[in-house]
């Protein structure tokens, strides 16, 4: 069985490269339906099959930089995309992200990144998901009540407290719909920047939540922008990491193969998926990666592998499901929609 592992130069040790074929293809996928570039799951999946975790981060951003690419395109088609508001949660991203990853250079120099690294995964996904499925309650308890707004039955909306912050400049944002402070999506990324660059992710993972209960993007626009920033952050993430010699570019363009078919697939399932749907499968999706990170600390590795490579798959025959179904209800709408001709 050697033919299925490819030797990493840089990070000198052998790989099963359909792995990392399956991981692009999936986060691809994920990606693209979630809005972010799906590193909370490729840097624990990349130590399962046996990277260090500086490693594990360092080729994740790479690997997340042109993913995203790939899905902003797409996205910006479907007008999903608020180049505006992105551009100015740059600011505070590359900061952040810069703080991060001298943090993880930090503890790699005292010998426990790996530890420190995956508990902070565990509790900050656990927070994420908590916020989640506490926001669907929210919505549905209204929903049932009869309590439905201009957007339609909310769960958390911190942000509307936060749009009462009026410190200049106040900034319209026309694809998103709102008006803020500029100051209140740049705080926001510069928190996201600096958990990017500390847990290898593209800052999606909390940026797209934080883009809908803190900034109140709808849930299309929030993923759309978000994959932008993500693109951007990831660029700057792969910079700072290639400079520490942390990045395998080899496994790079081994996902990269995979997740260009995934990202197109993701991407178009949004057209046909509810914001709400988005949200409670994401959720499933965190709890699942935070249970697979556990295991994987208690050096349970097969039971770890076996949950996150489990989960990535399932969601991804989900996302698949409602694209090809939603493309299905489209093509019948528009058969019944044609005239009758004599």
Known sequence: M?????????????????????????????????????????????????????????????HIAGKSMISTFR?????????????IMIIGTMAGIELGAQLVMYLEKLGNVGTVVRWSYVVLLMLIATMVFY?????????????????????????????????????????????????????????????????????????????????????????GTDLFEVMISGLYGAFTYAL???????????????????????????????GYGIRVAFGLAVLCCMISIILKEYKFDVASAVIILGTIGLICIYIIGIMVNGAREELRAKKLAKPVTA
Request: charged share 10%; proline share 5%; glycine share 16%.
């Open 2 to 62: 050697e033919w299925l592992y490819m030797y990493m130069p840089i990070a000198g040790m052998k790989i099963l490269w359909p792995g990392l074929v399956l991981i692009g293809f999936s986060v691809g996928t994920i990606g693209g339906f979630f809005g972010m570039g799906g590193a909370w799951m490729v840097t624990p999946g990349l130590n399962i099959l046996g990277f260090p975790m500086a490693f594990a981060i360092g080729t994740d951003m790479a």
């Open 244 to 274: 520490k010699g942390r990045i395998e570019l080899v496994a790079v363009f081994v996902m990269l193969t995979g997740a260009a078919i995934g990202a197109q697939i993701g991407t178009i399932a949004t057209k046909y998926a509810k």
């Open 135 to 223: 926001d669907y309650y929210k919505a549905t308890k209204k929903k049932n009540a009869g309590e439905v707004g201009e957007h339609g039955a909310e769960g958390i909306t911190w942000y509307k407290t936060l749009h009462k912050i009026k410190i200049p400049p106040m900034i319209h944002f026309k694809a998103a719909g709102f008006t803020c402070s500029a100051w209140i999506p740049i705080g926001v990324s510069f928190l996201t920047g600096v958990l990017a660059g500390f847990l290898g992710i593209g800052g999606g993972l909390i940026r797209m939540p934080a883009l809908v209960y803190l900034i109140g993007c709808p849930t299309h626009i929030a993923v």
């Open 75 to 87: 996205h910006s088609k479907f007008g999903n995309v608020d180049y505006k508001l992105g551009f």
